[in-house]
């Protein structure tokens, strides 16, 4: 079993917790939206914002995942739209 709490704080770091869960399509996406996000965000404040608050969904995201992963239930979509195991 994997602790959920790890996991959304390894998250919080650019999807790490996907990594840790074993999801690395979905580590791949957070990583890239991450790295592109963070790049536009030095250019602009709105942008910025907004990619802090997609941090915390990464976070809160990879604790619903691992709680699904523990309870063996289906993983939920990323962004509630992308089935990215």
Not at 14 to 21: A, P, Q, T
Not at 36 to 54: D, H, K, R, S
Request: charged share 5%.
């Amino acid at each position: 079993m994997k602790n959920p709490i790890t996991a959304a704080i390894l998250s919080f770091f650019s999807g790490i917790g996907n990594l840790y869960l074993g999801l690395y399509t979905r580590f791949a996406i957070t990583v890239i939206l991450g790295i592109v996000l963070g790049y536009i965000g030095t250019f602009n404040a709105n942008v910025a914002g907004f990619t802090f608050v997609m941090y915390i969904y990464f976070a809160y995201d990879s604790y619903l995942v691992t709680n699904a992963l523990n309870n063996d239930q289906d993983i939920p979509k990323l962004f509630a739209l992308i089935p990215a195991y």
